[in-house]
């Protein structure tokens, strides 16, 4: 078995030489890219992180020793190395951010840490006597996509990623808003002095606790916790002139291109792909972890070396070797094992000897398996499997993270360049003059390299080995790893004094002047710290002592990093067939991902201000793409890249499941729109059949209304039970329902039918976007979503044709009696071809603990509210008059019901319909956009048959087969807007132009007259259908781009919820008022014979009897009395569409000032 698992494990393997080698070309790659155009920064995805919030008050001791000290704590792994702890923290909570924040809009979350800030504050002045009148400094430091132009202001990106917050803010303004929101009048105000990305304020912390001698030089900041950064000081002239500051400050004598400023690193995005793949490190299962992910695609020091991405990596080959080497099938597996990131890197990390059955222990715990999985049981040889995997996952991140450090430090200066790895072209090593050993020191932090099996250990023995195969036996450094826990709350502080030097001078203060950063507090004065300069070592080997900076120049290097916006590096071409970049990047960003603790106020990481037309870019154009690439990879890389497999879904289920299950969605989606274009064409036969035709809007609303309020319940639903469960109840509702419209004996009857039904249909379509969605990620999306606009104008195109045709042959019951088997045949497709654990995203969660915080208030409300706004519309001026107490009743209700739903939503944890979505562009433009597209399409297909059948006097069939034109138009625009949006990854277009079209289509509706050509009324149809082929896709496809994809069930649900409520208002408005219209026009154009004793009496009665039936008016005798039927429902009818001319001009405002982001491009 020993050498099954090792050969298992070889792509994973490196050894000493290997990591050496890669070192020399990490060195390579750093240089290149610190040389290269500022131009190719790459946005970064925000992974996990943000757990904590921090705040408390520091005092700086100077040289001061702190026994109490909770800074670097200690030597770390060097013998020699000692720090100086002249960090007191005095005051310090934390609280942890909880997922109900998250979601809350900015006011929200801002307001809560405003309190926590005033919570410490109190406690401040209290304890230590601090001024009630004067300004309190805060440094902040947030791990979050921010833009800087200075070191004190910040403007916070779009977070993403369990963050609800979407538009651009100023960090600063929102934080002093906050505390003064809980601010009393006993407590100072608050000014945000100095603001630092989490890396940088790490570094900052470092170098002033550390003791700095001859020998001994803190040379940069590591975290390596829920994600990987390096932040170092490099030489201005080695950077490309846009990553340059503007200006800088110098001490006397200095040069400018001698100074160092310290840089963001994120390990350069993805340009050290290329290394990784030519010393063949990049596995083929880094390949479907990468094919999984979000944009901007592959990283290799975030989803090698750190993160939740090390357990997922874990997942990917325990699954690969039970199935391939010991034919364990898939299905007997334990169900959250077949989950993405189902196998945390928690557990990979304490996942260690001392014996295989604590570790058989740990995994069934773990992984519990059922009676269902009874062929399958955990065995001390897969327990021990799973051990070596972790193993081969951190020794591997350990390598790769040490020769990213030489290779760093290298590029930096700070290895010595003779026979270093700057310069090995000599085909000898010579052996280096006698000289002190100096120790570089690498100041860490982060969960993994700590706790993660023996990361640290690993990673300093890597170190010693590749400097040792570097330099022999007499190197003339070493690095060394020291712990630098808590240094951005530390670092916060710092940036203050940063702040305040800037403020006074910076370089014209003097060593012994005191800067003030607590106010009352007691601040000495800063002991002098060493950062050398190039060239400054001794003849000992040593740094010179006499080039250790002062307070003010180490203020300076840390200060000229922000002016710069220098805070990455990438690369200006990729090489890697995985990663080529396209165009032009606008900037770089940091990814949310540090320790899942110690934070100070909040950490961010702020992304670098562009200049020129790139720094217009980032206001006026499209996010960047994501630079994964078709392209294929030539010459030597080309043989050690591994084939990315040619389809992967996000639950990594495979290919024959996954068509089995959208198979079943595809049936169920035909036979929902197939019934729904039915309607459209048949209702005036099936309306006048029970004598209703007034009631005729109801065959339509009841189906949209109980639609509306189910969709949104059921997908919050499918979120605590998973989606197979309500999928499978809402099919069953689907049959019964539609069976029941086939046996009605009564309109009353009907209708009640046609309400079952939507509660079915409304269950099943909006699962099934859901469920697509689960399971294809949202680069291949597009072309799915064709594949559905398919079936929609195929079934949409069929219920039109045969809609009217059944009605008037085999009769309307023929109609929903022939759908009730194919129901059934989905529930049977569904129930063997659903997996059951889609859409469980909280596997140790109860049903009753699920629904705890099931938005029960919320549903109600907004069932409720809709149901009587619907109520009262339909009724009024229609079947009542608005002065009827039942009417106003109903307006009323839905007057007090809607604000009290806005209300409770805007409180719950997890809303039905979350508000965030509906007030924060670009998604609430989207949606509202969306709603209003929803609002013409029913309109327009409930009022075209109208015109049809009551002033071109045709049948229910020919009207139903003129809607087929509209029908196949509309699918097939949608289905090339599908693919032509994976085709040009770009989402706003589909938009633009399909408001336009809608616009033009509606223009051209109100311009019917009777006496046109029959080609020309089609051809006055096909605008909006184009419409509704761009904007629909469109608009589920940017509203998911834009959001998260742990957020796309609600986000799904919301659209759906909007959509279906334009159906509903849609048919609800446009009858109100066509209705309200013809009862008009009649009166004024219906001219009693004059033959007739008692005119107003007739003219009451025909009136009724028009309206309770279209087909009245084609049986009406041809005259002077039915040309004035026919001309009130032309008018009416144009009254209603030019309504509809206003709403779609309202709709094309709505999508004009969004901005979109592009999607990825993937094999």
């Known amino acids: 078995m020993k050498s099954d698992i090792q050969d298992f494990l070889k792509p994973l393997a490196i050894d000493e030489a290997k990591a050496h080698a890669l070192s020399h070309e990490f060195c390579r790659t750093f240089q290149q890219l610190s040389a290269d155009s500022l131009d190719q920064f790459l946005p970064t995805p925000i992974s996990e992180g943000g757990t904590n919030l921090r705040v408390g008050f520091i005092e700086l001791l100077g040289n001061e020793k702190s026994v109490n000290a909770h800074g670097v704590n200690g030597n770390g792994n060097s013998r020699t190395h000692e720090t100086n702890s002249n960090i007191r923290r005095v005051l310090e909570k934390s609280w942890p951010i909880l997922d109900v924040l998250k979601n809350e809009n900015a006011d929200s979350l801002f307001k809560w840490i405003g309190s926590c800030i005033a919570e410490v504050v109190r406690e401040g002045c209290e304890e230590f006597n601090l001024p009630r009148d004067r300004e309190l400094p805060m440094g902040v430091t947030f791990s979050f996509p921010m833009v800087q132009e200075t070191l004190a202001d910040a403007t916070l990106m779009a977070m993403g990623k369990g963050f609800a917050i979407t538009s651009r803010l100023d960090l600063g303004t929102h934080l002093i808003n906050g505390y003064e929101k809980s601010k009393t009048s006993d407590l100072p105000p608050i000014r945000v002095s100095a603001i630092l990305n989490d890396a940088v304020a790490t570094l900052v912390s470092f170098i002033y606790q550390s003791r700095e001698d001859k020998t001994h030089k803190a040379a940069m900041g590591l975290i390596c916790g829920t994600g990987s950064n390096a932040t170092i000081p490099l030489r201005r002239s080695i950077l490309h002139k846009d990553k340059q500051p503007g200006k800088v400050k110098v001490l006397n004598g200095d040069s400018t291109e001698d100074l160092k400023i310290a840089v963001n690193t994120e390990w350069s995005i993805n340009g050290t792909a290329p290394a990784l793949h030519k010393f063949g490190l990049v596995s083929h299962w880094d390949c479907i972890l990468d094919a999984a992910g979000e944009m901007p695609g592959f990283q290799p020091l975030e989803y090698m070396t750190a993160g939740r991405y090390l357990g997922e990596l874990g997942r990917l080959m325990l699954l690969d070797y039970l199935e391939h080497c010991l034919k364990i099938r898939a299905e007997l597996l334990p169900p959250r094992l077949l989950t993405r990131f189902g196998l945390t890197t928690t557990f990979l990390s304490h996942f260690r000897p001392p014996n295989s059955s604590a570790l058989l222990e740990k995994l069934e715990v773990e992984f519990p398996t059922s009676e269902a999985q009874a062929p399958f049981r955990w065995t001390d040889e897969i327990a021990e499997v799973l051990y070596h995997i972790s193993k081969a996952i951190e020794v591997r991140a350990a390598g790769i993270i040490a020769a990213a450090i030489v290779g760093l430090l290298a590029c930096a200066g700070d290895i010595p360049p003779r026979d270093s790895l700057q310069d090995k072209t000599n085909g000898h090593t010579a052996k280096p003059e006698h000289r002190s050993k100096v120790e570089l020191i690498v100041g860490y932090t982060g969960g993994c390299i700590v706790h993660f099996q023996d990361y640290l250990a690993d990673c300093q023995a890597f170190l010693d080995a590749i400097i040792e195969a570097e330099f022999g036996d007499d190197a003339p450094v070493r690095v060394v790893m020291s712990p630098c826990h808590d240094g951005g709350i530390t670092g916060a502080v710092l940036g203050i004094g940063i702040m305040a030097h800037a403020e006074n001078g910076g370089s014209d203060l003097h060593p012994d002047e005191r800067t003030s950063l607590l106010g009352g507090l007691r601040v000495q004065e800063h002991g002098p710290i060493a950062i050398p300069r190039e060239g400054n070592v001794d003849d000992d080997g040593g740094y010179d002592s006499s080039s250790d900076l002062d307070p003010n120049e180490a203020d300076l290097l840390i200060a000229r990093s922000f002016t710069s916006g220098a805070s990455g590096l990438a690369p200006e071409v990729f090489e890697s067939s995985m990663l080529r970049g396209r165009g032009h990047r606008r900037f770089s960003g940091s990814t949310m991902r540090r320790e899942s603790a110690n934070r100070s106020i909040v950490s961010v990481s702020p992304r670098p201000v562009s200049n020129g037309r790139h720094h217009q870019q980032q206001h006026l154009g499209e996010p960047p793409e994501s630079p994964l690439s078709d392209d294929s990879l030539t010459g030597d890389l080309e043989a050690a890249q591994p084939v990315l497999p040619p389809f992967s879904f996000l639950i990594d289920t495979d290919k024959r499941r996954f068509y089995i299950v959208f198979i079943s969605i595809m049936l169920t989606h035909f036979i929902a729109c197939f019934d729904g274009t039915i309607m459209a064409s048949s209702h005036p036969v099936i309306t006048s059949y029970f004598h209703s035709s007034n009631s005729a809007s109801w065959l339509s609303t009841a189906f949209l209304l109980t639609s509306t309020a189910f969709q949104p319940v059921i997908g919050r639903l499918s979120d605590t039970v998973g989606r197979k469960p309500p999928y499978l109840a809402a099919t069953v509702i689907f049959a019964l329902a539609t069976l029941w419209c086939a046996l009605a004996q009564s309109m009353t009857s009907f209708i009640l039918a046609r309400a079952a039904c939507g509660l079915g249909a409304g269950g099943v379509l909006g699962l099934g976007s859901i469920i697509i969605s689960d399971l294809v990620p949202i680069e291949r999306r597009g072309a799915y979503q064709s594949y559905v606009n398919v079936v929609y104008g195929l079934a949409s195109a069929l219920g039109a044709a045969l809609g009217g045709l059944m009605a008037d042959s085999l009769g309307w019951r023929w109609e929903f009696g022939i759908q009730v088997f194919p129901i059934v045949l989905c529930f049977v497709v569904a129930s063997f071809g659903i997996p059951r654990e889609l859409g469980l995203q909280n596997r140790h969660q109860t049903f009753r603990e699920g629904m705890k915080t099931f938005d029960f208030k919320g549903s109600v409300l907004l069932t409720t509210s809709t149901t009587f706004l619907i109520l009262g519309l339909n009724l009024g001026g229609n079947v009542l008059p608005w002065s009827h107490p039942f009417v106003i009743a109903s307006l009323v209700i839905f007057g007090v019901c809607f604000p009290l739903c806005l209300y409770v939503e805007s409180k719950h944890s997890r809303p039905i319909m979350p508000l965030i979505l509906l007030h924060q562009s670009p998604r609430a433009n989207i949606i509202f956009s969306n709603f209003i597209a929803s609002f013409l399409l029913n309109a327009i297909l409930f009022n075209t048959p109208l015109f049809f059948q009551a002033v071109l006097l045709t049948s229910a069939t020919r009207s139903g087969l003129y809607l087929v034109v509209p029908v196949v138009t509309a699918s097939t625009t949608g289905t090339l807007t599908g693919f032509m949006i994976s085709y040009t990854r770009r989402l706003k277009w589909p938009l633009v132009l399909g408001t336009i079209f809608f616009f033009l289509g509606t223009c051209l509706l109100s311009s019917m007259h009777r006496g046109w050509p029959l080609y020309a009324y089609l051809l006055c149809l096909v605008p909006s259908s184009i419409g509704q082929g761009f904007q629909f896709p469109g608009t589920f496809m940017a509203v998911l781009a834009a959001s998260d994809h742990r957020e796309q069930a609600v986000v799904t649900s919301t659209l759906v919820l909007w959509r279906a409520l334009g159906s509903v208002l849609g048919v609800a408005f446009s009858s109100f008022v066509l209705q309200n219209a013809l009862l008009r026009y009649l009166a004024e154009?219906?001219?009693?014979?004059?033959?007739?004793?008692?005119?107003?009496?007739?003219?009451?009665?025909?009136?009724?009897?028009?309206?309770?039936?279209?087909?009245?008016?084609?049986?009406?005798?041809?005259?002077?009395?039915?040309?004035?039927?026919?001309?009130?429902?032309?008018?009416?009818?144009?009254?209603?569409?030019?309504?509809?001319?206003?709403?779609?001009?309202?709709?094309?405002?709505?999508?004009?000032?969004?901005?979109?982001?592009?999607?990825?491009?993937?094999?």
């Open 1085 to 1163: 154009y219906v001219i009693p014979p004059t033959d007739v004793l008692d005119g107003e009496a007739w003219k009451a009665k025909l009136i009724e009897r028009i309206r309770e039936s279209v087909e009245a008016v084609a049986a009406m005798p041809p005259g002077a009395v039915r040309d004035q039927v026919v001309a009130s429902y032309e008018s009416s009818i144009r009254l209603t569409f030019l309504f509809l001319v206003g709403l779609a001009a309202v709709s094309a405002l709505l999508i004009a000032p969004v901005k979109l982001p592009r999607l990825g491009g993937r094999k």
